[in-house]
């Protein structure tokens, strides 16, 4: 899940989100190194997120916003859901 991701769902800024991943980097309470990923906003400028794994992005949640702890477990169950979903079967086969 990403750091823009994680804003969205959780009402916070972009920039919030990721200045408390960098501060639980610091501190080793997340397991994944942070890294800058590149996307292209409408604007089209390039701007960075972080991705996080489950783990991380449910503790990431739980120092931001405790009430928003329940968005992000249901967002998880859909993407995993969504995972294991087979791929669906052409309708000429």
Known sequence: ??????????GSTHEAV???AVRLSLAEL???????TPYTAENKQTYYEFNFNKRDSLV??????PEFT????DRWQE???????????????
């Not at 294991?84 to 086969?93: D, E, H, M, T, V």
Request: net charge positive.
């Open 1 to 10: 899940m990403s750091s823009r991701e994680i804003a969205v769902l959780t």
């Open 18 to 20: 990721k200045k408390s």
């Open 30 to 36: 997340i397991t994944s190194p942070l890294a800058d």
């Open 60 to 65: 990431l949640v739980a120092r931001l916003s």
């Open 70 to 73: 329940a968005v992000i477990v």
């Open 79 to 93: 993407l995993e859901s969504a995972a294991q979903q087979p791929a669906a079967l052409p309708g000429n086969y």
